[in-house]
T-cell receptor, first 116, second 114 residues
């Protein structure tokens, strides 16, 4: 069975600090996809990134970066120079490999608070 | 640029009442989903529809029914609401063509059962 663990439940930082959100996953599939979503206080779920299991290159998008390591089954998310607008709940998710759809298994989320 | 639209946004029900959450997507996606979000639980899949005319149970289907009315619309029905169904409900959709497609979510529906 698939599982996503986000061991950190709440993180609080001061603006401009760097912060890393951890994600560890379990799957028996050799082909799988990993995602991060952001849920700001307004409640909607915003897609941030999708990574397939064959691509271990780290990715950077502005202040956001993602470190995918198959050896440790981790897909960690770093925010550099955090801002108050980064305050949100962040979800890591894993996609099943079977079937013709993209059911996601979510972690329980990490609440990030960025203080001015 | 609507994406996934779900209604209503807020609803209060009495135990035993029924209601239907409506969802529509304008991205021509084949697959649609209903998730529920509870504190400390992340999001859990209730039902999904891989394509028009098909529906399947997810992780927590009990107490719910769904209808894939057409390619655009996927509704979730609570026949006899219970307080345990108090939650935030998210509709979502994705392209067909295999696993790993990005799922796009609606803005959520806050349901309280008293």
């Amino acid at each position: 069975a698939q599982k996503v663990t986000q061991a950190q439940t709440e993180i609080s930082v001061v603006e401009k600090e760097d912060v890393t959100l951890d994600c560890v996953y379990e799957t028996r599939d050799t082909t799988y996809y990993l995602f991060w979503y952001k849920q700001p206080p307004s409640g909607e779920l915003v897609f941030l990134i999708r990574r397939n299991s064959f691509d271990e290159q780290n990715e950077i998008s502005g202040r956001y970066s993602w470190n995918f390591q198959k050896s440790t089954s981790s897909f960690n998310f770093t925010i550099t120079a955090s801002q108050v607008v980064d305050s949100a709940v962040y979800f890591c998710a894993l996609s099943e490999a079977s079937g013709a759809n993209s059911k996601l298994t979510f972690g329980k989320g990490i609440t990030l608070s960025v203080r001015p | 640029n609507a994406g996934v639209t779900q209604t209503p946004k807020f609803q209060v029900l009495k135990t035993g009442q029924s209601m239907t959450l409506q969802c529509a997507q304008d991205m021509n996606h084949n697959s649609m989903y209903w998730y529920r979000q509870d504190p400390g639980m992340g999001l859990r899949l209730i039902y999904y529809s891989a394509s028009e005319g098909t529906t399947d149970k997810g992780e927590v289907p009990n107490g719910y029914n769904v209808s894939r009315l057409n390619k655009r619309e996927f509704s979730l029905r609570l026949e006899s609401a219970a307080p345990s169904q108090t939650s935030v409900y998210f509709c979502a959709s994705s392209e067909a063509g295999g696993h790993g497609n990005t799922i796009y979510f609606g803005e959520g529906s806050w349901l309280t059962v008293v």
